[in-house]
T-cell receptor, first 117, second 113 residues
C-alpha cells in the first residue's frame, strides 16, 4: 500500500510552453502533498506544500506564478510549470502524507524528468 | 542558517560488510530525523526515523543512532547487499508534525560484489 504515482515520467518541451505534472496517491488519501525539485547529484529542495482545498505554501525563492500548484482532491495534486525555460529543467518529485499516518512517513512519487529545450 | 549535511559524499563497501552513513545537523530544535534511500531515477524511499528523545532505533537490517551532544546522526546497514546501492539522505523535521522536512546533501553508497 501507500503508492504515489506521477505523470508523466518524462517530458521534453520547447521553451515557453507550459507543462503540467500530476501526482496521485493511489491507495490512500493525502491531506498534504509536497513538491520538490532535484538537480543532478544534488539533494531535494522543497518547492511548496500543498494542502487539499487550500492554497499552496511556497518556499522562499519559489515563484508561485510560475509553479502553479492545485490540490483539488485528497488523491491528486498538480504542478504546472508556466512558460518553462531551460533553467527549469530538473527532476520534479512529489510526496504525500497519508491522512492519519505517521507524520514523518512521506511517500514519494517516482519523479518527473523535465527537459526544456 | 539551519542545515543538515553529510560527512561523506561517497561510500564504497564490500558486499556482506556493514555500512555506516553519517550525517551532521545544526538545528538543535529538530524533533525527528529521517533516513531516505533514493535509487537512480526514482523518488526517495522512507527507511527509518528516530525521535530526538531516543538515541537508537532498529529496523530490518538498519539501525539509526542519534547523538544529540554532537548533533550527529548515523545509519548503519548490516550485511550490505548490492540492492542497497543508492543515495542515502538524512532529513530533519523540526517539530515532528505534518510539516516539511529539510534534506541533507546525500551520500552515495556503492556496494562492491
Amino acid at each position: 500500500g501507500a503508492v504515489v504515482s506521477q505523470h508523466p515520467s518524462r517530458v521534453i518541451c520547447k521553451s515557453g510552453t507550459s507543462v503540467k505534472i500530476e501526482c496521485r496517491s493511489l491507495d490512500f488519501q493525502a491531506t498534504t502533498m509536497f513538491w520538490y525539485r532535484q538537480f543532478p547529484k544534488q539533494s531535494l529542495m522543497l518547492m511548496a506544500t500543498s494542502n487539499e482545498g487550500s492554497k499552496a505554501t511556497y518556499e522562499q525563492g519559489v515563484e508561485k506564478d510560475k509553479f502553479l500548484i492545485n490540490h483539488a482532491s485528497l488523491t491528486l495534486s498538480t504542478l504546472t510549470v508556466a512558460s518553462a525555460h531551460p533553467e527549469d529543467s530538473s527532476f520534479y518529485i512529489c510526496s504525500a502524507l497519508r491522512a492519519g499516518g505517521r507524520p514523518n512517513e512521506q511517500f514519494f512519487g517516482p519523479g518527473t524528468r523535465l527537459t526544456v529545450l | 542558517g539551519e542545515s543538515v549535511g553529510l560527512h561523506l559524499p561517497t561510500l564504497s563497501v564490500q558486499e556482506g560488510d556493514n555500512s555506516i552513513i553519517n550525517c551532521a545537523y545544526s538545528n538543535s530544535a529538530s524533533d525527528y530525523f529521517i533516513w531516505y534511500k533514493q535509487e537512480s531515477g526514482k523518488g526517495p524511499q522512507f527507511i527509518i526515523d528516530i525521535r530526538s528523545n531516543m538515541d537508537k532505533r532498529q529496523g530490518q537490517r538498519v539501525t539509526v543512532l542519534l547523538n544529540k551532544t554532537v548533533k550527529h546522526l548515523s545509519l548503519q546497514i548490516a550485511a550490505t547487499q548490492p540492492g542497497d546501492s543508492a543515495v542515502y539522505f538524512c532529513a530533519e523535521n523540526p517539530s515532528g508534525g505534518y510539516q516539511k522536512v529539510t534534506f541533507g546533501t546525500g551520500t552515495k553508497l556503492q556496494v562492491i560484489p
